[in-house]
């Protein structure tokens, strides 16, 4: 049972506001809200209530007038309704959240009610000083083979994971909320599908992920303001944690929906459409998420981060996808053709690459590393005259070892790892020698 300290009573007392600005309706259009009386306290980005279930969020400032983007359809409102100023677009996360479900607004969407922090934190807050931030931590055990030994998740590390519809993403982010050494893991569910969120929560994620979890959902229903904020908010969760000297694991699934939810605003606040109709600001809005995750300062702990990506047709080149590549340390690609042949999870090792190498391995570990991506990729590069029969045996020496090694090492990359790293490395040498089974 969560003990009530003094400081969220006050905290709860402070939220409540006995006087409240109020403007009125004067222009509906486009999806926007033209409202007057507010141009005084209103800064741009606070939150506004429209009628008694909506909310808003500021997009621009007149001289008499605001701009006000609802979180809802239009439908029913009229000239002359009141718009009630809420505030600043903060967050007041809690320790009990942690195995909790909420909203982008800090309120519980699953049973019970929620405590409020004594500490509110802006939503869009600032990335630690470069200058002050540790470097990189130690590797991290993952409960998966693959990430022990070729593509090694360290301390503080920013990862992509780059992949089309149906192929597997959420499972793996699952397996890796369950398995990867974390404290809190702080996942967002960004425009979901409504059915999804809860059998992520049961039967992918588990009692076992949920122990140690704040999931914050919006779904795929939900206005763009409420999906965009929906990544802003899990990482000021995270941020919350962090800062207590807690290693966190973050997750948002999927940064390629909040940017299409950023555009969806953009485009209403009349920013213009640029690079395949994405507005300019979203490359600063990706890249000032990622750089909130990572590693700490002074006693504080560290973001470790996984963002996913959705690639239409496996397109690395697509904007979400190029932009992510240039800022984080690592990216790893799920490929539907090894989905479609049976092998989960379905990761496209040469394609895929952890920045944290190869410092994150000893000498020997490397070597391992190496000559484990040669065999692939000499496979690789003979499958097709492989599969046709057009190679013969004894033809090329690197190609034999190659052909001989390859269901040793594919099957390796399916596999969980209940022990260490060392006894992953220890099968994955096993597989490159022949002495696996």
Known sequence: MTTVGFDVLQAEVAAVKAVKSV???????????????????????????????????????????????????P??????????????NDIAPHDSWIGRVIDPFGQAIDQGPILRGPEPRPLRGVPVNPTERRALGARLETGLAVFNTLLPIVRGQRIGLFSGSGVGK?????????????????????????????EFIERVLGPEGMKRSVIVAATSDQSPLVRRRCAWTA??????????????????????????AHREVALSAGESSSLRGYPPSTSHMITSLCERAGPGKGSAGDITAVFSVLVAGSDMEEPIA????????????????IAERGRFPAIDLLRSVSRALPEAASAEENAIIST?????????????????????????????TAIETYPRLDAFLAEAEFDSTAASFSRLAACLDGSAG
């Open 75 to 88: 439908e029913g409102l009229q000239i002359g309704d009141a718009v009630v100023h809420e505030g600043g």
């Open 170 to 198: 959420s499972t793996l982010l699952a397996k890796l909320a369950i398995g990867l050494q974390a404290d809190v893991v702080v996942i967002a569910m960004v425009g979901e599908r409504g059915r999804e969120v809860r």
């Open 235 to 260: 990482m000021a969760v995270a941020e919350h944690f962090r800062d207590q000297g807690k290693h966190v694991l973050f997750m948002a699934d999927s940064v390629t929906r909040f940017a299409e």
């Open 23 to 73: 403007g009125r309706i004067i222009e509906i259009g486009g999806g926007t809200l033209l409202v007057s009386g507010l141009s005084g306290v209103a800064a741009l980005g606070d939150m506004v209530s429209v009628g008694a279930e909506r909310r808003g969020e500021v997009l621009q400032l007149g001289r008499e007038t605001i701009t006000v983007l609802p979180d809802g359809a």
């Open 322 to 337: 190029d932009i992510l590549r240039g800022v984080l340390d690592g990216h790893v690609v799920l490929d539907r053709q």
């Open 372 to 400: 484990a991506r040669q065999r692939l990729g000499t496979y690789d590069r003979s499958e097709m005259m492989i599969q046709a029969g057009l190679y013969t045996r004894g033809t090329d020496a690197a190609i034999d």
